[in-house]
């Protein structure tokens, strides 16, 4: 993919699945922003991909407010002229069960990832439509947003939220040719190591040093942060001009279309249902498939 020309902003992008994309994005020619809270790792990432002869300028700066938002779009206006590339990578974790999670636990993840996106893609949008040329915001889910994980409520609440704001961003940005689409990626990162599903596997390739088994990286789709890396490049592409909308999931050897909310069964009565006909209904009608949750814990073969 040819990205020559084009100017992208990624937060979080100092370390991890961030700096994987702004990587990859400047390989493909683009000038990238790099934002993260810590001015050693966004100096780190801009000096390296300069080094690899592209084009970077870096901001130390917590995504959340509108004030961050506004300054990762007038950085890569004043310094590259323009922006046509937004990924919301930003994030952090806070992990703990309902009854111990505390108002300051739900908020601090809430305002990186869910209002953190919003911020930043309003920002970008407003910049986009002005500069009349279309764009791409790519915003970054996670797999505990469309099913749910045990001990993240504010985490999988706020990548289910991004989710729906793809949906509705990319209806409300159609008549300006600005994508928005969401990435689910999986990859062997700090973060994925407290998902309990992963955690076993990736302790034992990191002490062993030894790369993750074949069936991890197909049927688990769970690799490395360059393995994600591909889509999200094409999605920032020109090629990639009538994708919008989607919840895309990436990881190891697997590529994946989710699929959104819908009805999945559905039945009438007449008048209405009482308490006592979805009782007698639910069993063998509406409620006789009953829809998983969480991620599946993965195992490998003959286990």
């Not at 590339?85 to 505390?102: E, F, P, Q, S, Y």
């Not at 390739?205 to 789709?221: F, K, V």
């Not at 009482?274 to 003959?302: K, L, N, Q």
Request: hydrophobic content about 50%; glycine content about 14%.
């Amino acid at each position: 993919m040819d990205l020559k020309g084009k100017v992208a902003v990624v937060t979080g992008s100092g370390r991890g699945l961030g700096l994987a994309y702004a990587r990859a994005l400047a390989a493909a020619g683009a000038a990238v922003v790099v934002n993260d809270v810590d001015e050693a790792a966004v100096g780190g990432a801009v000096a390296g991909i300069v080094t690899a002869g592209g084009a970077a300028a870096g901001v130390r700066a917590a995504v959340g407010s509108t004030e961050t938002a506004e300054l990762l779009v007038a950085t890569a206006v004043r310094e590259f002229g323009r922006l046509d590339v937004l990924i919301t990578n930003a994030g952090i974790l806070r992990d703990r069960v309902l009854w111990k999670m505390t108002d300051d636990d739900f908020d601090a993840v809430v305002r990186v990832h869910l209002r953190g996106t919003f911020t930043c893609a309003r920002a970008a949008a407003i910049r986009m439509r002005e500069q009349g040329s279309g764009g791409r915001l790519i915003l970054i889910g996670s797999p505990a947003g469309q099913r749910g994980n045990f001990g993240q409520t504010n985490y999988a609440a706020a990548k289910a939220g991004i989710a729906a704001m793809a949906r509705t961003w990319a209806l409300e940005l159609a008549k300006s040719k600005i994508t928005v689409n969401a990435v689910v990626p999986v990859a062997a990162t700090e973060m994925t190591r407290t998902i309990p599903a992963f955690a076993p596997v990736l302790e034992e390739s990191a002490r062993t040093g030894a790369p993750l088994p074949g069936w991890l990286r197909r049927d688990a789709g769970l690799g490395t942060v360059e393995d994600v890396t591909g889509l999200v490049t094409f999605l920032a592409s020109d090629a990639a001009a009538g994708i919008t909308g989607q919840a895309i999931g990436v990881g190891g050897d697997r590529l994946a279309l989710w699929s959104h909310p819908q009805e999945k069964a559905v039945a009438f009565a007449d008048g209405g249902w009482s308490a006592e006909a979805v009782a007698a209904h639910w069993p063998a009608g509406v409620g006789a498939e009953p829809e998983t949750y969480g991620i599946p814990a993965p195992s490998a073969p003959g286990s």
